[in-house]
């Protein structure tokens, strides 16, 4: 045999050398060698070199990606879940094209290395495509370098199907804090304010600080002096009462964002009284002939708020029996015999602590109080007899004076913004209630036996219930 081509055996009947027919014998169990081309080589380190750039390039995606909030990143998680695939795919074929063809390289190699039985041949052979072939100890055996790699084609389908499954988004409680412009109470007043020329101050109230040009009456003046809350803090006190709910800040940080605030606002301390007692009802007629249309009618509700000493009370009526009382004159009148409600309430100033806290968007409120301190009323702070002239500061000032007066705006400005609070709630809420009932049916009365100055006087009950108008049987009406 020359040249890896294999020559028939002579037809002679006696060989012409000893040992040629030793020689055809071995050659027919001799597979041709095969030179390992530098294509393969090539192919199979190509192949290789594209799964590490793949691998290369899932791991620096997922790094990148690995704890950063979406907001930050230019990519929607579709377009992540994409490139995760395309990244995975690509590693997978490219290793497989790789193993694959150092697999067949190699089964030719073991295959010529020595004879081999049919059944272990096609086991080899299968170990690609039936994982069962991987438990045929023979293979094993013939071929454990070939068994590997078929281990590793196989589990390499598997490993592939967790990247992009794990690249998800998760949420996790981060804190973090942001500059926003929020409305805060009672801000401080900056050290560079010059209270004593026309620096504004941001306040509850309507232009407490004023300058008053020089007059007959005095000298040129800077003075403060409250006056009446803002039409806008009014408005929201107003929108509170009819919505019965907290106003909605309108400034939103964002969802599950969080602000603390920490001032001194007011807070009501009331009393509750009971005590019996009378009040006059009047008669009230519709203005007809019909005199089933007529009632009495008495005030059984009152809400007052008393701006200058900032106490807010609640009166409360509850009609029993009443009395009408007829003149020889023929003039009457009705009393009314009542149990009396009476809350009174007068303000404190405490320190808030509040949270404000926006879960899903919605913004909810929790507070504490401390701190509790008596509210000064206006004659309190201003200057002269009962505070008629509030804080004045002649100009111009004089550096004690001055100090003076920065040291007293230091703490009534504060203050007068807890006024403004009360004044906006309080003036919304004053208010009064009249109760009517029919004119009462003689049925309905019983004369007094002691009746006194030509005056009868007749005990009634009954308040407040509607009853059928029969003539048969009632002569009238008082």
């Given at each position: 045999m020359e040249d890896d081509i294999e020559t028939p055996p002579s037809t002679s009947p006696a060989p012409s050398r000893p040992n040629s027919t030793r020689g055809a014998k071995a050659?027919?169990?001799?597979?041709?060698?095969?030179?390992?081309?530098?294509?393969?080589?090539?192919?199979?380190?190509?192949f290789l070199f594209a799964a590490l750039l793949s691998a290369l390039g899932h791991y620096r995606l997922v790094r990148y990606l690995d704890g950063k909030l979406t907001d930050e990143v230019y990519l929607t998680q579709?377009?992540?879940?994409?490139?995760?695939?395309?990244?995975?795919?690509?590693?997978?074929?490219?290793?497989?094209?790789?193993?694959?063809?150092?697999?067949?390289?190699?089964?030719?190699?073991?295959?010529?290395?020595?004879?081999?039985?049919?059944?272990?041949?096609?086991k080899l052979f299968a170990l690609r495509t039936n994982i069962l072939a991987l438990c045929h100890l023979r293979s094993i055996l013939r071929a454990p370098l070939l068994f590997l790699m078929a281990l590793l084609v196989w589990c390499l389908g598997f490993?592939?199907?967790y990247p992009p499954g794990a690249l998800i988004v998760t949420f996790e409680a981060n804190t973090f804090t942001e500059n926003y412009n929020m409305s805060v109470m009672n801000p401080p007043i900056p050290q560079n304010l010059d209270l004593a020329a026309n620096d504004t101050f941001p306040t509850l109230s309507d232009d407490p600080l004023i300058t008053l040009e020089a007059d007959n009456q005095g000298p040129r003046s800077r003075q403060f002096w409250y006056k009446a809350p803002k039409q806008s803090l009014v408005n929201i006190a107003q929108s509170i009462i009819t919505n019965n709910q907290v106003f909605r800040l309108l400034v939103q940080p964002g969802e599950n964002s969080t602000f603390r605030l920490q001032f001194r606002a007011p807070q009501y301390k009331c009393t509750v009284s009971r005590y019996n007692g009378s009040i006059p009802l009047e008669y009230r007629t519709q203005g007809n002939t019909d005199e089933t249309d007529d009632a009495l009618t008495g005030l059984v509700f009152v809400s007052e708020w008393n701006a200058i000493s900032h106490l807010y009370s609640v009166i409360q009526h509850r009609i029993g029996n009443y009395t009408v009382q007829r003149s020889q004159q023929n003039t009457t009148s009705y009393e009314a015999f009542v149990e009396t409600t009476e809350?009174?309430?007068?303000?404190?100033?405490?320190?808030?602590?509040?949270?404000?806290?926006?879960?899903?968007?919605?913004?909810?409120?929790?507070?504490?109080?401390?701190?509790?301190?008596?509210?000064?009323?206006?004659?309190?702070?201003?200057?002269?007899?009962?505070?008629?002239?509030?804080?004045?500061?002649?100009?111009?000032?004089?550096?004690q004076a001055l100090e003076e007066w920065r040291q007293k705006m230091l703490t009534a400005l504060p203050i007068s913004n807890e006024w403004a609070l009360l004044d906006a709630l309080g003036s919304s809420l004053e208010g009064s209630f009249y109760e009517d009932?029919?004119?009462?049916?003689?049925?309905?009365?019983?004369?007094?036996?002691?009746?006194?100055?030509?005056?009868?006087?007749?005990d009634c009950w009954g308040w407040g219930s509607i009853k059928p108008y029969n003539p048969a049987n009632n002569s009238g009406k008082f």
């Amino acid at each position: 045999m020359e040249d890896d081509i294999e020559t028939p055996p002579s037809t002679s009947p006696a060989p012409s050398r000893p040992n040629s027919t030793r020689g055809a014998k071995a050659a027919r169990y001799k597979f041709p060698n095969r030179e390992v081309h530098w294509k393969y080589i090539g192919m199979i380190t190509g192949f290789l070199f594209a799964a590490l750039l793949s691998a290369l390039g899932h791991y620096r995606l997922v790094r990148y990606l690995d704890g950063k909030l979406t907001d930050e990143v230019y990519l929607t998680q579709s377009e992540v879940s994409a490139i995760s695939i395309l990244f995975t795919t690509l590693f997978k074929a490219a290793l497989t094209a790789s193993i694959g063809t150092c697999f067949a390289q190699h089964l030719w190699f073991v295959l010529s290395e020595k004879a081999t039985s049919l059944s272990t041949i096609d086991k080899l052979f299968a170990l690609r495509t039936n994982i069962l072939a991987l438990c045929h100890l023979r293979s094993i055996l013939r071929a454990p370098l070939l068994f590997l790699m078929a281990l590793l084609v196989w589990c390499l389908g598997f490993a592939t199907i967790y990247p992009p499954g794990a690249l998800i988004v998760t949420f996790e409680a981060n804190t973090f804090t942001e500059n926003y412009n929020m409305s805060v109470m009672n801000p401080p007043i900056p050290q560079n304010l010059d209270l004593a020329a026309n620096d504004t101050f941001p306040t509850l109230s309507d232009d407490p600080l004023i300058t008053l040009e020089a007059d007959n009456q005095g000298p040129r003046s800077r003075q403060f002096w409250y006056k009446a809350p803002k039409q806008s803090l009014v408005n929201i006190a107003q929108s509170i009462i009819t919505n019965n709910q907290v106003f909605r800040l309108l400034v939103q940080p964002g969802e599950n964002s969080t602000f603390r605030l920490q001032f001194r606002a007011p807070q009501y301390k009331c009393t509750v009284s009971r005590y019996n007692g009378s009040i006059p009802l009047e008669y009230r007629t519709q203005g007809n002939t019909d005199e089933t249309d007529d009632a009495l009618t008495g005030l059984v509700f009152v809400s007052e708020w008393n701006a200058i000493s900032h106490l807010y009370s609640v009166i409360q009526h509850r009609i029993g029996n009443y009395t009408v009382q007829r003149s020889q004159q023929n003039t009457t009148s009705y009393e009314a015999f009542v149990e009396t409600t009476e809350q009174s309430c007068h303000p404190t100033s405490v320190l808030y602590a509040v949270e404000v806290t926006f879960p899903r968007g919605i913004q909810t409120i929790q507070h504490s109080l401390s701190d509790a301190r008596s509210l000064p009323k206006q004659k309190d702070l201003y200057d002269g007899l009962q505070g008629s002239l509030g804080i004045s500061l002649v100009l111009p000032p004089e550096s004690q004076a001055l100090e003076e007066w920065r040291q007293k705006m230091l703490t009534a400005l504060p203050i007068s913004n807890e006024w403004a609070l009360l004044d906006a709630l309080g003036s919304s809420l004053e208010g009064s209630f009249y109760e009517d009932s029919p004119r009462p049916y003689p049925d309905e009365c019983r004369k007094r036996q002691n009746s006194k100055n030509d005056t009868d006087i007749s005990d009634c009950w009954g308040w407040g219930s509607i009853k059928p108008y029969n003539p048969a049987n009632n002569s009238g009406k008082f």
